[in-house]
């Protein structure tokens, strides 16, 4: 199937979701609506060329090459586009081994991604070996949960990040996973690990109250969900114990989603969790309506690349 045909497909057949607790005939008697698109990535890896004929299930899937084409194409659709990325950026294939992640961010700048966050593969090199590649980045990086204020990443990373498109005030904030036993504490030094929850509920407020946001969006390294674990903070767990977000954009658990989960806030209210699994083989497409009054639906499907 061509991509074209398969966006045309899914767009059509996804069903609008009502975020907050408005209903969907405010969109009936409005001339005009504004669109925000939200493209999004998780867990490239390194992954800069397509998987070969002989790649088994992924076989011809992925590559750089064609995730510009695609993005370029949705961008044309649509200029209120972001473009995010949740983290894992960095490991496994050579490119990353010889470049060190050089190569990774370029191109990243070469899309024109607005933002990523930061997962626990990106302290492969160690501490020391990311900010050495931030020149290379011509986007945002975006943590609110790890303070690295007694590390070299103070004052590169931000906690939240602000957008406008076509009047629509969009807030971007990151979270990250507990790196304590995942990595080397060598690797990222004095780097603390604050809760995702208090912490979402602090951003939260500042985006929604303090800077009169119309769309919230997490970009998270937390994980999908851990039903071996249920204690463990995950997208579905940190959605359930916090409001005002509008869509968590999901890494570390490579879980492939055809769409976005519905999930109930503290409030009842609706939100989307989604995670389009790993190494560029899909792109996340979320579509955002406004009306006049800034009430919102959206949809949303995973693109295969």
């Known amino acids: 199937m061509k991509r074209r045909d398969f966006i045309q497909q899914t767009s059509a057949t996804a069903a609008l979701v009502t975020?907050?607790?408005?209903?969907?005939?405010?969109?009936?008697?409005?001339?005009?609506?504004?669109k925000i698109t939200i493209l999004h990535t998780n867990d490239v890896h390194s992954h800069i060329d397509a998987f070969g004929p002989e790649d088994g299930r992924n076989a011809n899937m992925g590559g750089v090459a064609r995730r510009a084409t695609l993005i370029e194409s949705i961008r044309n659709e649509n200029?209120?586009?972001?473009?995010?990325?949740?983290?894992?950026?960095f490991q496994g294939t050579p490119y990353f081994n010889y470049y060190g992640g050089e190569l990774e961010f370029k191109l990243m700048s070469k899309l024109k991604?607005?933002?990523?966050?930061?997962?626990?593969?990106d302290f492969d090199n160690g501490i020391d070996g990311l900010y050495a590649q931030l020149p290379?980045?011509?986007?945002?990086?975006?943590?609110?949960?790890?303070?690295?204020?007694?590390?070299?990443?103070?004052?590169?990373?931000?906690p939240y990040n602000i957008y406008k498109k076509d009047g629509?005030?969009?807030?971007?904030?990151?979270?990250?996973?507990?790196?304590?036993?995942?990595?080397?504490?060598a690797m990222y030094k004095e780097t603390k690990y604050l809760d995702p929850v208090e912490i979402s509920q602090e951003m939260t407020r500042i985006l929604k109250t303090k800077e009169k946001c119309d769309l919230i969006?997490?970009?998270?390294?937390?994980?999908?969900s851990y039903k071996t674990d249920p204690d463990k903070i995950s997208d579905l767990k940190l959605a359930a114990l916090t409001k005002d977000i509008d869509l968590i954009i999901g890494?570390?658990?490579?879980?492939?989603?055809?769409?976005?989960?519905?999930?109930?806030?503290?409030?009842?209210?609706?939100?989307?969790?989604?995670?389009?699994?790993?190494y560029g083989i899909n792109l996340g497409k979320i579509d955002f309506y406004f009306d006049a009054d800034k009430n919102k639906l959206a949809n949303g499907t995973s693109i295969v690349v």
């Open 217 to 224: 969006i997490c970009l998270s390294h937390l994980g999908y």
């Open 113 to 121: 991604y607005d933002a990523a966050t930061i997962g626990n593969h």
């Open 251 to 278: 890494g570390h658990t490579h879980t492939f989603l055809p769409k976005p989960t519905i999930v109930k806030n503290s409030e009842g209210k609706n939100m989307l969790v989604n995670q389009v699994g790993c």
């Open 79 to 89: 200029p209120n586009t972001l473009l995010l990325d949740a983290g894992d950026i």
């Open 19 to 34: 975020i907050g607790g408005f209903g969907l005939q405010s969109f009936t008697s409005i001339p005009k609506t504004t």
């Open 136 to 158: 290379h980045a011509q986007f945002q990086f975006i943590c609110s949960n790890y303070d690295f204020s007694n590390t070299l990443m103070n004052t590169h990373v931000k």
């Open 168 to 185: 629509i005030k969009i807030g971007v904030f990151g979270l990250g996973i507990e790196l304590n036993g995942l990595v080397d504490p």
